[in-house]
């Protein structure tokens, strides 16, 4: 087969030295295969704490947060965060940048609290993220979403509040710095940008563990009963675990976060500037707010899009569809993604012009 440029939103690509390892593990894991060995056994113990281990490593993690690997998903995450969260004011405020935190402001509300929204870039299709509003301290806490995958937008500073932040972090964790100190819960699906899909890594401060006012979370869904088990308190993803482990070693021996980000800023660079001086496109997103994982894009005539959309698919990129709700294109560039396949598409996309011209 060819190869293939992957820019789709999710499950990711990785490294093809981590398939090659996962596949070795999969024939030979100390004489079984990784896919049956015990979660129990002191081999799975030892991957589980490399795993933990390096994701506090790689974001330089402080002291006083444990790092936990638990199913269900962001999606679940939604409703972890807040029954973990709920306070003494059973209130909590949530920036809503898109579909994902629309989301997790209904779970927020299936967690039994009073939800504000108090701020929304509803009005423009989520193409920006909002600034300049106000968050009261009486909040039990404020939800964002990092990286909004489906509109192509990032928080490139978050805000200052005066309440514990929490934060969907599932589409550009690992992808840059971000100062763990500053949110009480990080949690994110693995499957955007760490491992594959079946896991979802939390980042939980401590002292929040054990202090939820919620009447009845559900065992798995308290993080303390998990914290308490070193993240093995029923049988753990162990193949997701092992390859999101896999992978924050390759991260670590190749620069860490800060060698990753610049990486993804030169491949964002490049595929804004062609999307900012090539006359058939343009972003939908304002520019200062774009995200360097999801770009996404429109032609200006979209009776080119059948003729476009052949052209991509001849030079073997696949996933570029956008989302139903934004339309035209969307180019995923998770940190995988090598700017050779990014310099692909942005080859098709001068191509285009001149024919079309
Ligand atoms: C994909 C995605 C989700 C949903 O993740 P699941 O693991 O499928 O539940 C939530 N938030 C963001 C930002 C996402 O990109």
């Known amino acids: 087969m060819s190869k293939k440029h992957n820019f789709g939103a999710g499950p990711c690509i990785l490294p093809q030295e981590v398939f090659q390892q996962a596949s070795a593990a999969v024939l030979d894991f100390n004489g079984l295969s990784i896919l049956e060995i015990s979660h129990r056994s002191s081999e799975f113990i030892d991957v589980m704490e490399e795993a933990r281990d390096l994701v506090k490593k790689a974001l330089n993690v402080p002291d006083g947060y444990t790092v936990l690997f638990l199913q269900g998903g962001a999606s679940l995450g939604f409703l972890i965060s807040a029954m973990n969260m709920s306070g003494k004011n059973k209130k909590a405020a949530y920036v809503n940048t898109g579909e994902w935190a629309r989301k997790a402001v209904k779970e927020g509300k299936n967690a039994g609290l009073a939800v504000d929204v108090i701020a929304s870039s509803e009005d423009k299709n989520y193409s920006y993220i909002p600034k300049g509003y106000s968050i009261a301290s009486d909040y039990d806490y404020l939800h964002l979403t990092s990286n909004n995958t489906i509109f192509g937008t990032q928080f490139k500073s978050f805000p200052n509040s005066p309440v514990p932040v929490v934060c969907d972090m599932s589409s550009d964790i690992f992808s840059r710095r971000v100062n763990v100190a500053d949110f009480d819960i990080i949690y994110a699906g693995a499957q955007k940008n760490l491992g594959p899909a079946g896991t979802t890594v939390y980042i939980v401060k401590e002292n929040i563990l054990g202090n939820s006012t919620h009447p009845a979370i559900p065992t798995y869904l308290d993080l303390k009963v998990h914290h308490e088990k070193d993240s093995m308190f029923n049988t753990p993803p162990?193949?997701?675990?092992?390859?999101?482990?896999?992978?924050?070693?390759?991260?670590?021996?190749?620069?860490?976060?800060?060698?990753?980000?610049?990486?993804?800023?030169?491949?964002?660079?490049?595929?804004?500037?062609?999307?900012?001086?090539?006359?058939?496109?343009?972003?939908?997103?304002?520019?200062?707010?774009?995200?360097?994982?999801?770009?996404?894009?429109?032609?200006?005539?979209?009776?080119?899009?059948?003729?476009?959309?052949?052209?991509?698919?001849?030079?073997?990129?696949?996933?570029?569809?956008?989302?139903?709700?934004?339309?035209?294109?969307?180019?995923?560039?998770?940190?995988?993604?090598?700017?050779?396949?990014?310099?692909?598409?942005?080859?098709?996309?001068?191509?285009?012009?001149?024919?079309?011209?």
């Open 238 to 357: 162990v193949f997701p675990v092992y390859v999101s482990m896999l992978n924050l070693r390759h991260l670590i021996a190749n620069g860490g976060v800060p060698a990753m980000e610049k990486r993804n800023q030169a491949k964002a660079d490049l595929i804004y500037n062609e999307i900012d001086s090539n006359p058939l496109f343009k972003g939908t997103a304002v520019k200062e707010d774009r995200s360097n994982m999801n770009v996404t894009f429109v032609l200006e005539d979209e009776a080119l899009a059948g003729d476009f959309t052949k052209m991509w698919t001849d030079a073997g990129v696949i996933g570029l569809k956008g989302h139903r709700s934004v339309g035209g294109f969307r180019a995923s560039m998770y940190n995988a993604m090598d700017l050779d396949s990014v310099q692909v598409l942005v080859d098709v996309m001068k191509e285009f012009a001149l024919k079309k011209a």
